[in-house]
């Protein structure tokens, strides 16, 4: 198999999306190094602020990486139609599900059974890193 190659792109606002390459490439002149089986990208968001990448995209599932800034937060929503776990890989995160709100910190496996609804927030001064994966897609 052919080395894979990634970068990142911004696509307005503050959604950043991978893009792999199985080949070499430059990017904005700058020679890209070969990317390793670890998909999690480098994500540094500023308070206030969720960033997002998607780390795996296929016919069933969805990976996708939230970066939490300190003071931020994605607002409770609902998947009728799939399972959702959410993977926190560092921080301290308040998660609400229905009624139920519980601070947990990383590492920490957190489902969310479909039809309910779920959230997250980071009160701390630090980031936190999360991944979300939906299964089977809606």
Known sequence: ?????VHTEAFGGDDLRLRLHRRPFKYRGLDCPSMTL????DIDPDPE??????LAVEEDVLVKLFALGPDSAFD???HDDCENVFHL??????????E?????????V?????GVEHGAKN????RALLTASLCPLP
């Open 89 to 98: 890989l560092e921080g301290e995160v308040v998660i609400t599900q229905g």
């Open 76 to 78: 409770p929503h609902v």
């Open 38 to 41: 670890n998909a999690l990208p």
């Open 1 to 5: 198999a052919d080395d894979a190659y």
């Open 100 to 108: 139920t709100r519980e601070t947990i910190s990383a590492p920490a």
């Open 110 to 114: 957190i489902h969310n059974p479909r």
């Open 49 to 54: 602020t969720v960033e997002t990448a998607e």
């Open 123 to 126: 009160d701390s001064e630090d």
